[in-house]
DNA sequence: TTTTATATTCTACATTTGTAGAGTAATATT
DNA sequence: AATATTACTCTACAAATGTAGAATATAAAA
């Protein structure tokens, strides 16, 4: 099952700590801060969903994510790309660069990864 | 207003379609198709968030998307870049060169785009 | 014109999501 | 030890979402 916007957003804040209690995730949030039994219940949504578990230590959690960032995220694209571009990588990209405005270097940073790209393809 | 997951699909086929009928529309979905009245409920919906107008002729209404499949499919990504990469588009396109397998054409076609975008830029 | 297929509106309802209070247990502070 | 703080569970509830039946109007077919 997939994660709310809600969860999604503290996903990315556990992805960043790495593992945390119920206080370092509430800092990490900005005024006004969600109450804390808001977060204990997406907490509790995500461990149901499989997305976070914890360990125990003493009477509270340290909390962490079970998914890497990179693979959500992975699939997250899949979904996106063949919904909005028929399961064309290649024209998503192609999209994205006109559609993004990256800058000069940006792009030849980019380039210079596909050539690698390229390179790594035909070892 | 967001478009939800649904309402989204129903958003792909009118973009495919331009303008349609609810009979096109209902073409559209594979087996099981959803009720009509599913169908029917979905467009108001997004009628009235503004995604979607219809003219009427006669007793029905031809329905067509008001904004770009490519508008709005910008904002999306820009969320997206948003949430999982600071922000950063170019850190996005280097994940994004990595993580999906684009063949050795589409590397190749990729990096024409972008020699052209770095010319344009510099135009 | 009587029957049938279609489109639309209204109503409904279960599920998911966003948010949090009340209650309780454990821990830290005075 | 008495009190305040913190984390957790349970319960709740409004809004959004997914889905569709009932009723109605209308147009198409027989």
């Known amino acids: 099952m997939k994660l709310s916007k809600t969860e999604e957003q503290l996903m990315q804040h556990l992805w960043k700590l790495e593992k945390a209690f119920m206080k370092d995730i509430l800092e990490q949030y900005n005024?006004?801060?969600?109450a804390t039994t808001t977060i204990a219940t997406l907490l509790k949504r995500m461990t149901?969903?499989?997305?976070?578990?914890?360990?125990?230590?003493?009477?509270?959690?340290?909390?962490?994510?079970l998914i890497k960032k990179e693979d959500y995220f992975s699939n997250h694209l899949n979904g996106l790309i063949k919904n909005f571009f028929n399961d064309?990588?290649?024209?998503?990209?192609?999209?994205?660069?006109?559609?993004?405005?990256?800058?000069?270097t940006e792009l030849k940073d980019l380039r210079k990864i596909i050539d690698?790209?390229?390179?790594?393809?035909?070892?």
Do not use: H, M
């Open 116 to 123: 690698q790209q390229i390179k790594d393809n035909n070892k």
């Open 48 to 65: 149901d969903k499989g997305y976070v578990s914890y360990a125990t230590f003493g009477k509270s959690r340290e909390y962490y994510p």
């Open 88 to 104: 064309s990588a290649s024209q998503f990209a192609s999209f994205f660069t006109k559609e993004t405005n990256l800058s000069d």
């Open 31 to 34: 005024e006004p801060k969600p």
